[in-house]
């Protein structure tokens, strides 16, 4: 049952934004295109300078573990699409403008996909490479432990 449940719970949330989606551009608005293409610009800054943040403070934090270090970069700038929608909605229910509050969460996700598909193979390589490098550390140690006994 739980492939069938996912499946519904997918489609509720497509629901869900293709209504907001909808929403947004169903009435005449004072927003330009140039508005939103300068809220995209900024998105993008917002999540680099984030995401850059946030894998040195994870640097900081966790020296040795280069997977938590990785799950870490994309867990503390991830946005839920499907809690924040509704939430907005929930907040914002009568204003007219209550799909334009929304759409940096549209495009907040997937400018996550896009970066995170850009950088998954260089992470991946990184993850690769300080694994090895961490092994061979505990190598030379354990070697100068047997030498000092």
């Not at 996912?6 to 909808?22: A, D, N």
């Not at 040195?56 to 280069?66: D, G, M, Q, S, V």
């Not at 390589?125 to 000092?148: G, I, M, P, T, Y």
Request: net charge negative; glycine share 4%.
């Amino acid at each position: 049952h739980k492939p069938k449940f996912k499946k519904v719970q997918e489609y509720c949330l497509i629901f869900i934004i293709y209504t907001v989606f909808c929403k947004t551009f169903t009435k005449e608005r004072d927003t330009s295109a140039a508005d939103i293409f300068i809220m995209i610009a900024l998105e993008f800054l917002l999540l680099t300078f984030m995401m850059a943040l946030a894998w040195y403070l994870l640097k900081f934090l966790f020296p040795n573990a280069p997977k938590l270090r990785v799950m870490g970069l994309f867990g503390c700038t991830h946005k839920s699409v499907a809690l924040g929608i509704p939430l907005i909605n929930a907040i914002y229910e009568d204003n007219p403008l209550v799909g334009f509050y929304t759409l940096p969460l549209l495009i907040w996700h997937p400018m996550q996909l896009i970066i995170g598909t850009f950088l998954a193979p260089r992470l991946s390589d990184f993850v690769d490479k300080e694994e090895e490098r961490l092994s061979q550390n505990d190598l030379v140690l354990a070697e100068e432990n047997d030498n000092n006994a």
